[in-house]
Nanobody, 130 residues
Framework: QVQPAESGGGVVQAGGSLRLSCAAS?????????????VAWFRQAPGKEHEFVAAIRWSDGNTYYSDSVKGRFTISKAGAKATMHLQMNNLVPEDTAVYSCAAGRPAPSAAMNPQMYYYWGQGTQVTVSS
C-alpha cells in the first residue's frame, strides 16, 4: 500500500519548465515504496475528464507517454524506491490542469486507463500562462 503525495506545481510562462514529484508517502518514518507498482501521472482540466500523461513501471523502468506530451515530458525514478519525477519542458497553455499521481498494477496495454490505478494523491495545480 502507498499514499502518493505530489509536489512541485506552480505557475509558469509558456515555453518554461516545471518538475513535479510524487512520493510514496508524505509521512515520515514510513517504509512505503513504489517497487511493486506502475506509477502514473494523470491531469484534469476544468470541465474535462482525467487525461493520462505518463507512467513508469517500477520493476523494469518501462515508460509510457501520451502523444500530447511525448518529447516534452520525462518521467523517471529518483534513486530510491519511494520518489518519482515528471520533468515538464516547453510547456504550453493546454498543459494547464491539476496533475495527480497514481499507483496501481495495470497490464502494459492498460497503463493509460485511470481505472487501473487504486492509490491516488490529492493533486497539484500546474498553470501555464500565454
Amino acid at each position: 500500500q502507498v499514499q502518493p503525495a505530489e509536489s512541485g506545481g506552480g505557475v509558469v510562462q509558456a515555453g518554461g519548465s516545471l518538475r513535479l514529484s510524487c512520493a510514496a508517502s508524505d509521512r515520515p518514518f514510513t517504509t512505503y515504496t513504489f517497487s511493486e507498482y506502475t506509477v502514473a501521472w494523470f491531469r484534469q482540466a476544468p470541465g474535462k475528464e482525467h487525461e493520462f500523461v505518463a507512467a513508469i513501471r517500477w520493476s523494469d523502468g518501462n515508460t509510457y507517454y501520451s502523444d500530447s506530451v511525448k518529447g516534452r515530458f520525462t518521467i523517471s525514478k529518483a534513486g530510491a524506491k519511494a520518489t518519482m519525477h515528471l520533468q515538464m519542458n516547453n510547456l504550453v497553455p493546454e498543459d494547464t490542469a491539476v496533475y495527480s499521481c497514481a499507483a496501481g498494477r495495470p497490464a502494459p496495454s492498460a497503463a493509460m486507463n485511470p481505472q487501473m490505478y487504486y492509490y491516488w494523491g490529492q493533486g497539484t495545480q500546474v498553470t501555464v500562462s500565454s
